[in-house]
């Protein structure tokens, strides 16, 4: 009989003749190791800035509205690129949405600010 060994701990396998691995632990480490060394797909890429721009705005929007230079936001990691939706108000000003927070890019003399928002029931219509 052919022995097979374990793709993670090399251990002998006992079983049915497909089976890579010795057990269930060992199979998840085996792919975990493995997605480690893999280059990061480009959904999870998106995915994982979305997340940091979310946890960012909420971060700096305590209140519901708030003012926060560019800068500020930018040195946390913000990337104003990445946004789920948008909404217009009525002076055609089109605020961009990480999941339930909003900002919108505001220039005052040289220095670039975002106000902060958070989605409300009336901006559905």
Not at 25 to 53: A, G, I, M
Not at 65 to 80: C, I, P
């Amino acid at each position: 009989m052919d022995s097979r060994f374990c793709l993670h701990c090399s251990k002998v396998i006992e079983g049915r003749s497909d089976k890579k691995y010795c057990d269930v632990h060992c199979k998840s480490s085996y792919q975990y190791q493995k997605s480690k060394t893999e280059t990061p797909r480009f959904y999870n890429k998106v995915d994982n800035q979305l997340k940091l721009n979310r946890k960012i705005l909420k971060q700096y929007n305590k209140a519901g509205k708030a003012t926060v230079r560019a800068s500020v936001l930018h040195k946390e990691g913000f990337n104003a690129n990445f946004f789920t939706h948008f909404w217009k108000n009525s002076k055609k000003d089109v605020y961009l949405f990480a999941y339930e927070y909003g900002f919108l890019k505001k220039k005052e003399g040289n220095t670039t600010k975002y106000v902060l928002v958070k989605w409300q029931d009336y901006m559905e219509s």
